[in-house]
């Protein structure tokens, strides 16, 4: 079992940066593919980025490729996203979650179900 605790949210002008932080509890966390999602109102949640246990492979959804960098700290148990040159259509929850399993698809990544832990997320709001 793990608890994620997400942080780093706010408000912030288009074109503007936010670094996303989630911390895990337990001493496993090294052994955690880790996500990030997000949920707009009145659409479904989706993919952003995922991390292998290692940190040595990411994935991006096509919509944030180049924009935002996903990064973990085994040894803090937490994980990173920084987001640059922000765009109001990124304004959503943010969600980290923890797979119990590594995969190497990048489509195993994509689907939430692959997740077994999740974060309680963190508001990020980009106005024009």
């Known amino acids: 079992q793990v608890q994620l605790v997400e942080s780093g949210g706010g408000l912030v002008q288009a074109g503007g940066s936010l670094r996303l932080s989630c911390a895990a509890s337990?001493?496993?966390?090294?052994?955690?593919?880790m996500g990030w999602f997000r949920q707009a109102p009145g659409k479904d949640r989706e993919f952003v980025t995922a991390i292998t246990r290692s940190g040595d492979t990411s994935y991006y959804a096509d919509s944030v490729k180049g924009r935002f960098t996903i990064s973990r700290d085994n040894a803090k148990n937490t994980v990173y996203l920084q987001m640059n040159s922000l765009k109001p259509e990124d304004t959503a929850i943010y969600y980290c979650a923890a797979a119990k399993f590594q995969n190497p698809s990048r489509s195993y990544y994509l689907k939430s179900q692959s997740y077994d832990f999740w974060g309680q997320g963190t508001q990020v709001t980009v106005s024009s």
């Open positions: 337990g001493r496993t966390f090294n052994t955690y593919p």
